[in-house]
C-alpha cells in the first residue's frame, strides 16, 4: 500500500501547523497555507486540486472572524461552504477521504447538557450558518468524509486566552470574565494528534472506512466557563511561581450582557465526543492537561 498524499490546507492556522507534524507519519503531506490555497479563490483552488492530486484532503483554513462575518456574510460563505463543496466534489470524483473542520456555533447553545451530532443545528450568527453550510453541503456530496466539531481551541503558537489572562493578570489588579458560557479549552495539538489516528485506522481498517464516514464532535473532556478558565490558569501560573497583580480570586465572574459583542456565543458549548471514543477506540484527555502543558511551557 503505497503511502497517500495528503493535501493540508490552512498549514499555516493553529491546527494547520500541528497537522504538519501529526500528519508525517501518515503519508506525502503537502501543506498549503492561503498564499498557495486561498479558499476565497474557488478557481485556484480547483487548480490546486487537480495539479496536487491528494488521496486524502485535511482542510484546516476556514473564515474564523467570527464578529466580523456579521458584516461579511458573502466572503464567510465562500470560504466556509462553497470551497468545501469543491473539496466535497473532488473527494467525490477520486475516491479521496476529506477531514474537514466545523464548530460549536452551529448549535444555538440553549440546550441544558451536551450536544451530540443527533442533535438539531439551529446557528444564530454568520459564522455558524456559513460553517453549517459547509458541513451540510459535505455531508450531501456522499464523499467519504470526517466533519470534527470542535471548540474554544487555542494553541502554543501564536496569541490564544491563556496568554491573554496571563498578560492582563501581571498588568492589572482585577479582571472580569464571562461566567455563563460553557464549554471545553481544546488544544490544536489534540484536535491534530486524533484527526491522524482517526485516518490511520480507516487506512488500515477496511471495515472501519467502510461504515464510520460522517460526522463528530471532537473536543477534550469535561467542561468550564471562561471565568472558570481564566480562574485556573492563574491558579497553575502562580503556582509556578508566575508574579501575578491579579490573583485567581480577584477574577469577577460577570454575565455575556455586560459583554456585548457584534455576533452571538452559544451560552452552552458542550460536545459529546462519545461516538468518536467509541468508533475509533480514542481517549480524549481532560481539559485541564493540556493547558497545564502550555503553561509549563510559557516562559516565566
Known sequence: MNPPRI??????GQV???????????GTVLPRNRAQA????????RAVLQRERPQV????????????????????????????QILADYA??????????????????????????RDTPNPQSVYGKSKLAGEQAIAASGCRHLILRTSW??????????????????ERDSLRVIADQFGAPTSAELIADATALMLHRLRTDAALAAQASGLYHLTAQGSTSWHGYAQFVLTQA?????????????VQAIPTAD????????????????????????????????????IDELPL
Not at 486566552?161 to 498578560?167: I, V
Open 57 to 84: 484532503i485535511v482542510n484546516a483554513a476556514a473564515y474564523t472572524a467570527v464578529d466580523k462575518a456579521e458584516t461579511e456574510p458573502a466572503l464567510a460563505q465562500r470560504i466556509n461552504a462553497e470551497a468545501p
Open 238 to 250: 502562580a503556582a509556578r511561581g508566575r508574579a501575578l497583580r491579579c490573583p485567581p480570586e480577584q
Open 7 to 12: 493535501l493540508l490546507l490552512g498549514a499555516d
Open 16 to 26: 494547520g501547523w500541528e497537522l504538519r507534524r501529526a500528519l508525517l507519519p501518515l
Open 259 to 294: 459583554y456585548p459583542l457584534p455576533a452571538p456565543r452559544p451560552a452552552n458549548s458542550r460536545l459529546d465526543c462519545g461516538k468518536l471514543q467509541t468508533t475509533f477506540n480514542l481517549t480524549l484527555p481532560p481539559w485541564q492537561t493540556q493547558v497545564q502543558r502550555l
Open 92 to 117: 467525490t470524483a477520486h475516491d479521496a477521504w476529506l477531514a474537514h473542520y466545523s464548530t460549536d456555533y452551529v448549535f444555538d447553545g440553549s440546550k441544558a447538557v451536551p450536544y451530540t451530532e
Open 153 to 170: 481551541v487555542y494553541a502554543a503558537r501564536g496569541g490564544n486566552f491563556a496568554k491573554t489572562m496571563l498578560k492582563l493578570a501581571a
Open 38 to 45: 486561498d479558499l476565497n479563490h474557488l478557481d485556484a483552488l
